[in-house]
């Protein structure tokens, strides 16, 4: 068996726990401040402290908590025609992105993840748009690489923020989809992380501990937000394309034993 599936048991180490409880309250601030991308904060500098696979868990734990808050408030103005699709997509792909984040060695997961942080970037910046929804077959497609992108890293967004930042819907209607679909992928992501034994106590235990911190965070972004107004893009931008090379320098420094 790799040595990347095996969970290690215990709890962190103090020296882990600083960096860990800054990092979780770094990205729920960047997600209320944003309105999305908790994940594609938290785990990339998250696998800086922690293995791969606990990074992701403990991600996905800390979605699906905070999802499930939210849900109910953004529901109505949720465009449910493009999340049932999206979701077929990512049913499919996240059980094989959860294999490979199982399988993958650590360094070459982090080089992974730094990938798909800077797909995000690459996804907000061309700001190219469609004049229709894309058809279901596309929509599969893009939920697809969600899942991928979910089962490797909880990381659903690029794939999905692309979609849907170039679709006609509105402004409130694509943040209420983003948010019922992150919603999904997090339960898809930790239920398959849970099949291959990566949950258990000690994961349970980090994602409770962090939940005030995903709460009280993700309510002072949204102040920032109120603040900040229009500037919130190129901050977002700016923060993804850092996080993206720190990662991949990371990865590279363990590959090539810099």
């Known amino acids: ?78 465009h449910w025609p493009s999340v049932r699709w999206l979701a077929v997509g990512a049913l499919v792909a996240s059980p094989l992105g959860t294999l490979l984040l199982a399988w993958l060695p650590p360094d070459v997961a982090r080089l992974a993840l730094a990938g798909a942080c800077g797909v995000a970037v690459l996804a907000l910046a061309a700001g190219t748009g469609f004049r229709s929804l894309p058809g279901r077959a596309a929509t599969v497609a893009s939920g697809a690489m969600a899942g991928l992108f979910n089962g490797l890293a909880a990381m659903p967004g690029p794939p999905v923020l692309a979609y849907y930042l170039a679709s ?73 394309a850092v996080v993206a090379v720190v990662t991949a320098a990371r990865g590279l420094s363990g590959l090539f034993g810099g």
């Open 168 to 240: 006609p819907l509105s402004t409130v209607q694509v943040r209420a989809s983003l948010l019922v679909f992150f919603l999904f992928s997090a339960i898809l992501s930790f239920g398959s992380l849970a099949v291959i034994g990566a949950v258990g106590t000690r994961e349970l235990l980090m994602v409770l501990a962090g939940m005030p911190l995903m709460l009280a965070g993700s309510r002072i972004g949204a102040a920032l937000f109120r603040r900040a107004g229009g500037a919130h893009r190129g901050v977002s931008l700016a923060t993804l």
């Open 1 to 78: 068996m790799p040595e990347s599936l095996i969970v290690p048991s215990g709890a962190p180490s103090l020296a882990m726990l600083g960096p860990v409880v800054a990092i979780v309250a770094f990205s729920a601030i960047f997600r209320g401040f944003t309105g999305f991308g908790f994940a594609i904060i938290a785990v990339p500098l998250l696998s800086l402290a922690l293995p791969p696979v606990l990074a992701v868990t403990l991600s996905a734990g800390l979605q699906l908590l905070g999802g499930l808050t939210d849900v109910r408030s953004v529901a109505p103005q949720c």
